[in-house]
């Protein structure tokens, strides 16, 4: 079964992602709360002798769900089964998976929030009971035959937990909130990254590439080797911050670490729609992205940056957002 993976295998990793995950929870750079939080849920479950409560993650793309659910796995000494949301279409999926669980299992659900009725409706009863009833056969004659699941831990994660159902979230005993890292903590990321690659990172440099990162260490990994690329191609293979600053440039990412896409959709939202207030969907459009990855990867760093507030009637520019794009604000412009 290609779903039940070695526990350092996440479908889509490269090498170096893997190479680049923490996995230790004190290993683990920042979210201090949200450490502090899973340290004595966990430990509590140890001491107990039982499985802790379902664990669910929460926040934008590349913050470290995926990680701390290894982690969770690792630190309660379980093994892990990793599957999405997406791929759960059939509720046989899911009674497949929960059936092949064993006791203490963690089982962790990336994009839950994408989980078909279905299936999901099959994940309340495990996630309560530990049971699931698998509806054999079709029409009048269907049965329903009550399998018994194994004690296990489900741990998903979800860029949008408000899209969670109700019933959904308040089976989960408890949510981590993860939030953008400082740059002060994606320079610690960095260093860790560049020294477990051997690259030779300067202070300043780190520092820079750091503050361009969108508070994200999977952003701060990847433009950690593409200013590699720059140095090794273009220099001594020294990553200075004139080089990062000149790597940064060549690949569009600008002073505040927005990329192509946020600019984009800062662009629309100023110029074609006079900075507001437009729906997601409407601006989604208008920069060729689908809603999804517009409201879920550009817009939570735009709000968090200032430049985009959300209003009951739509998204809105703020000035800021204005002078980004070298425009004058217009008056009564959010600030
Ligand atoms: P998510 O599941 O939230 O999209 P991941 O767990 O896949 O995020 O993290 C993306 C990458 O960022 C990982 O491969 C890891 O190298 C790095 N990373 C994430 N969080 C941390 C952290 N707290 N400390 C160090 N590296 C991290």
């Excluded at 849920?41 to 793309?61: C, E, F, K, Q």
């Excluded at 990254?193 to 440099?205: P, Q, V």
């Excluded at 911050?241 to 800062?266: F, K, N, Q």
Aim: aromatic share 4%; proline share 6%.
């Amino acid at each position: 079964d290609e779903e039940l993976l070695a526990p350092s295998t996440v479908p889509g990793d490269t090498e170096l992602d893997a190479s680049l995950r923490p996995r230790t929870l004190s290993e683990f750079i920042g979210q201090a709360k949200v450490r502090e939080q899973l340290e004595l849920v966990l430990h509590a479950a140890r001491n107990r002798g039982r499985t802790p409560d379902h664990i669910l993650l929460s926040g934008p793309p590349g913050l470290g769900k995926t990680s701390l659910a290894m982690i969770i796995a690792a630190e309660l000494g379980a093994a892990i089964r990793i599957t999405s949301g997406p791929a759960l279409e059939r509720a046989g999926d899911l009674a497949a998976m929960l059936s092949n669980l064993v006791e203490g299992d963690v089982l962790f659900i990336d994009e839950i929030h994408r989980i078909a009725r279905p299936a999901e409706e099959m994940l309340y009863l495990a996630m309560e009971d530990f049971r699931v009833d698998v509806v054999v056969g079709k029409g009048p004659g269907a049965t329903s035959i009550p399998l018994d699941v194994a004690p296990f831990t489900l741990v998903g994660a979800t860029t949008r937990s408000g899209a969670l159902t109700g019933p959904l979230r308040d089976r989960f005993g408890f949510t981590a909130h993860m939030e953008f890292y400082e740059s002060t903590e994606l320079v610690r990321v960095l260093r860790r990254s560049a020294a477990i690659l051997g690259i030779a990172l300067a202070e300043e440099a780190a520092a820079e590439v750091a503050s361009r990162s969108r508070g994200t260490p999977r952003i701060a990994n990847r433009l950690l080797r593409r200013v590699r690329d720059y140095a090794e191609v273009r220099g001594d293979g020294q990553v200075d911050v004139a080089s990062a600053r000149a790597a940064l440039a060549v690949y569009d990412v600008d002073e505040l670490g927005l990329d192509r896409l946020d600019r984009a959709v800062l662009g629309a939202l100023v110029r074609g729609f006079g900075g507001g207030p437009v729906g997601v969907s409407t601006l989604a459009v208008a920069v060729g992205e689908e809603p999804a990855t517009v409201e879920e990867v550009c817009e939570p760093f735009l709000v968090r940056a200032g430049m985009i507030a959300r209003t009951p009637r739509g998204r809105v520019a703020t000035a800021a957002a204005w002078r980004h794009l070298h425009l004058t604000p217009p008056a009564g412009a959010l600030n």
